[in-house]
């Protein structure tokens, strides 16, 4: 991926082009970068879930 950018960044005498990328180079990372976060916050949900649930079937299984 990343040689592909620099081979369109190195392109002949295409400023405007090549700024275009760069700034679209940074959304990529950034929401990258988001998506990444999202990914850990629902891995935390995912367990805090899961601990809601043990706890929630904790009465029953002292019942039996």
């Given at each position: 991926?990343?040689?592909?950018?620099?081979?369109?960044?190195?392109?002949?005498?295409?400023?405007?082009?090549?700024?275009?990328?760069?700034?679209?180079?940074?959304?990529v990372?950034?929401?990258e970068?988001?998506?990444?976060?999202?990914?850990?916050?629902?891995?935390?949900?995912?367990?805090?879930?899961?601990?809601?649930?043990?706890?929630?079937?904790?009465?029953?299984?002292?019942?039996?």
């Amino acid at each position: 991926r990343g040689r592909a950018w620099a081979r369109r960044l190195e392109g002949p005498g295409n400023d405007a082009a090549a700024t275009d990328l760069r700034e679209l180079q940074r959304k990529v990372d950034l929401l990258e970068g988001e998506v990444d976060e999202l990914r850990r916050a629902l891995g935390g949900m995912r367990e805090e879930v899961q601990f809601v649930n043990r706890l929630l079937e904790a009465p029953r299984n002292k019942d039996t």
